[in-house]
């Protein structure tokens, strides 16, 4: 997620930790203290990372893998997946990456060999929305990236932490951009999901070629593919039940050295995947004084999977309702009209059920959405998920 997700959310977790994930611990504690992302994203420095100041070449396999130098990165995936009998789930996993210190300090620190030494910091998130009960269950955990605990291999495919991980499932045709993926993640309550999926489209960079700037400073960008429409078929597991599930899923693969601009506070990020076969992922960056970035941006993807990029003057987002949370008090939108008029689409979004609130170190919303509306004067649904942040008490 989305995030999207080019904001590093494991920041609170980084500087409570950053010392005793150097060095070898004993004991992990349990951290429960949520912050906004917000004030996550305004924390820390950036000096002596690598920076995102332009457009690159992407290589595959090695792209879908770590790039250590930059402060954050992360592999997201959500998805919406029914019973046959029309029981509707969605999901969320996602592992971060959070490199605790610059290249240059790990250069010049003078410590003892040890295999437990790493500035690397995984952090994992797994949710499962139940529709049918408006039942929204997460966890978080977090490992170092060392002694095989946490990592990211690009060739063959495997981002892990622990024993919750995604991998490749065929490991020929090594090169290529396209391959399926089996995840498989648990709760300690003993909900689950095992998914097999496997892309229908072939992979997306977003923005300019893969380069996707947010702001006006230099470095302020993130490089940021993904796959927006995925088969997805498996077992999710809750309350010692397993539900046989289809649908469709969606990736994201973003890293960056990022922080929000002085001017913003937060984002709305959409993806949609229709029943016509488009998809579309639209982020808005919402500043201070209620006004919308200019550096809010997006995609319409075809069913052949070409890519129209949209921006802030191409869409008009209405919101018509809204919920406050009963745990934060946080209100946070609802109900969305969208439109795009130079795509003649029209689209009413829905959140399947309010209560979709991530209360984990750094506290978001990422929940699944209902869609409805026209595209060319042709009625269409679908499905999808939305990510909010800056809607959070202070």
Wanted: hydrophobic share 35%.
């Amino acid at each position: 997620m989305k995030t999207s997700f080019w904001y590093i959310l494991a920041v609170p977790l980084t500087i409570g930790l950053a010392v005793g994930l150097w060095y070898i611990v004993e004991d992990k504690e349990e951290i429960r203290a949520s912050v906004s992302v917000a004030e996550a994203m305004n924390s820390g420095g950036m000096e002596g990372y690598k920076r995102v100041t332009g457009p690159r070449e992407f290589i595959f396999p090695d792209d879908h893998g770590a790039h250590p130098g930059y402060k954050t990165e992360w592999w997201y995936y959500t998805g919406n997946v029914f019973t046959e009998s029309g029981r509707q789930f969605g999901y969320q996993f996602t592992i971060f990456r959070n490199q605790l210190t610059p290249p240059t300090d790990v250069a010049n620190r003078s410590k003892a060999p040890s295999n437990w030494n790493t500035n690397q910091l995984y952090l994992g998130h797994l949710a499962i929305s139940d529709v049918e009960n408006e039942d929204h269950i997460f966890e978080e955990r977090y490992s170092r990236g060392a002694v095989g605990l946490a990592g990211a291999e690009a060739d063959p495919y495997r981002i892990w932490i622990e024993n919750w991980e995604i991998k490749r499932m065929d490991s020929t045709n090594s090169g290529d951009q396209n391959f399926a993926v089996h995840i498989k993640a648990k709760m300690q309550s003993g909900a689950a999901i095992d998914l097999n999926i496997t892309p229908a489209k072939p992979l997306v960079l977003q923005g300019d070629k893969g380069y996707d700037r947010k702001g006006t400073d230099a470095g302020n960008a993130s490089y940021y593919f993904s796959f927006t429409r995925m088969k997805t078929e498996g077992m999710i597991t809750k309350n010692e039940k397993q539900f046989r599930v289809s649908g469709t899923s969606w990736m994201d693969h973003e890293w960056s050295t990022s922080a929000l601009g002085n001017r913003q506070e937060g984002w709305d990020w959409f993806s949609i995947q229709l029943s016509n076969g488009y998809d579309l992922m639209y982020y808005q960056l919402r500043n201070k004084d209620g006004s919308i970035s200019k550096f809010t941006t997006g995609s319409l993807i075809g069913p052949d999977g070409q890519k129209t990029t949209i921006g802030p003057d191409d869409v008009n987002i209405e919101v018509l309702d809204k919920w406050k949370s009963p745990h934060s008090k946080s209100v946070y939108p609802a109900k969305w009209t969208m439109n795009i008029p130079k795509a003649n689409l029209f689209l009413d979004l829905q959140t399947s059920f309010p209560d979709q609130v991530m209360d984990v170190s750094v506290r978001y919303y990422e929940g699944t959405i209902s869609i409805s509306g026209t595209m060319n004067e042709k009625d269409i649904g679908g499905t999808g998920f939305i990510e909010m942040t800056g809607y959070e008490e202070k």
